[in-house]
């Protein structure tokens, strides 16, 4: 048993899961198996791969689609990296909203990186979307402020605020997004991040979580990914909403984890 047992937290290392869960979805497993008989070789593999099942789909908290929500106007913060794919989850989030007959103001209160407002203005003109914006170097909370008091005065369902995904010694990130949340009171925080950092979601989504993260979108899935990523965010319990797949408006979808474990185990 524990010979299946190290093999499997092998094949989770190398499919790129944090050791950090790796290590609980093993001894969970163990658990599991220790008070099962068996009769031959096979009958252990076998039970072990649908434990294994049973362990992944607990693990891995269940999805829900934010777009769903019916509040208005529904104040959604989008958090992560630098990089990891926010303004354009955001885009494709709002061509989704779009799509299903809802309304949407963009926030730039990303307003440290250079062309981080061009860059989201560009998304809203195609898009047919207003952007709620200040100069670079302004308080991103209060772009936040000014974009949910318009949303409430025209009836506009959703308000997405983008956020800067850089940390700089002089500028504490984690400070300034606890003050848009303190202005914003968003009704959602969702966690964006590339499913190719994989384990190293790791260490980033523990930074984050102190914010309160209600969900995660895990970016760039067309590329060449293992799993781990799913995996290692799960292990956090917080949800995956979505998965991105594709530079694409329409690349984006609601994360099916009975779909990805069927897939995983295949
Ligand atoms: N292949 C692929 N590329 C993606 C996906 N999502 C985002 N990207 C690309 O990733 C790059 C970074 O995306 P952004 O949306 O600018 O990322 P960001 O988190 O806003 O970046 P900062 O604002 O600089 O922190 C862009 O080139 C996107 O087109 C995806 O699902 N698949
Ligand atoms: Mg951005």
């Not at 407002?117 to 209060?142: C, F, N, T």
């Not at 308000?159 to 990130?173: K, P």
Request: proline share 2%; glycine share 8%; no cysteine.
């Amino acid at each position: 048993m524990e010979n299946y047992l190290w093999e499997l937290e092998l094949i989770l290392l190398e499919s790129d899961v944090a050791h950090e869960v790796a290590d609980q979805i093993v001894s969970s497993l163990r658990e599991k198996l220790k008070n099962r008989e068996f009769s031959s070789r096979t009958d252990i593999y076998s039970q072990v791969v649908s434990d294994l099942r049973e362990e992944l789909l607990e693990l891995i908290p269940d999805g829900f689609d934010l777009l769903g929500s019916n509040k208005k106007p529904t104040v959604v913060m989008f958090v992560g990296p630098n990089g990891a794919g926010k303004t354009t989850t955001m885009a494709k989030l709002a061509k989704r909203a779009i799509d299903n007959g809802k309304s949407v103001v963009f926030a730039a209160s990303d307003t440290f990186r250079a062309a981080s407002i061009e860059q989201l203005e560009e998304h809203a003109s195609r898009l047919g979307i207003r952007v709620i914006k200040h100069k670079y170097g302004a308080d991103p909370a209060a772009v936040a402020y000014d974009a949910i008091n318009s949303a409430k005065a025209k009836g506009i369902d959703f308000v997405f605020i983008d956020t800067a995904g850089r940390q700089e010694t002089n500028r504490n990130l984690m400070e300034e997004l606890r003050k848009i949340k303190r202005v914003a009171n968003p009704d959602f925080i969702v966690y964006v991040d590339e499913a190719v950092a994989g384990n190293a979601i790791y260490t980033r989504l523990e930074q984050f979580k102190e914010l309160g993260i209600s969900g995660v979108v895990l970016t760039k899935m067309d590329l060449d990914v293992k799993g781990g990523g799913v995996i290692t965010a799960s292990g956090f319990g917080i949800p995956i909403l979505y998965v991105g797949t594709g530079q694409g408006y329409d690349d984006i979808s609601q994360f099916d984890k009975y779909e990805f474990v069927s897939q995983l185990l295949s």
